[in-house]
Nanobody
Framework: QVQLVESGGGLVQAGGSLRLSCAAS????????MGWFRQAPGKEHEFVGY????????YYGDFVKGRFTISRDNSKSTVYLQMNSLKPEDTAIYYC?????????????????WGQGTQVTVSS
């Protein structure tokens, strides 16, 4: 089992920045890909991006358009989501997730473990 705990959410004004963290524990050796998703009120989960646990490859959803960056610190078993130029439409609960899959891991069903989520609210 892998446990994931997100932190760093909060309230920010439009144009501001936030950095979310996701700390992994447990059987982290089984992790291949770490992803971020978000869910706005009344909407489905939306893929934000992923990073390979043992590499530097990242991949982002179309809406990111260079505003978000995912990074990791394996010494801390932590993945980060740096969000810049935030917009009110970025308001959502942000979840990190761990997958044992490799490749284009953008579908929610490909992720095996999920954090509890952290709220991000962007005011206009």
């Amino acid at each position: 089992q892998v446990q994931l705990v997100e932190s760093g959410g909060g309230l920010v004004q439009a144009g501001g920045s936030l950095r979310l963290s996701c700390a992994a524990s447990g059987r982290t050796s089984s992790i291949v890909t770490m992803g971020w998703f978000r869910q706005a009120p009344g909407k489905e989960h939306e893929f934000v991006g992923y990073i390979y646990w043992r590499g530097t490859t990242t991949y982002y959803g179309d809406f990111v358009k260079g505003r978000f960056t995912i990074s990791r610190d394996n010494s801390k078993s932590t993945v980060y989501l740096q969000m810049n130029s935030l917009k009110p439409e970025d308001t959502a609960i942000y979840y990190c997730a761990a997958s044992r899959s490799f490749g284009l891991v953008t579908a929610r069903k490909l992720y095996d473990y999920w954090g509890q989520g952290t709220q991000v609210t962007v005011s206009s």
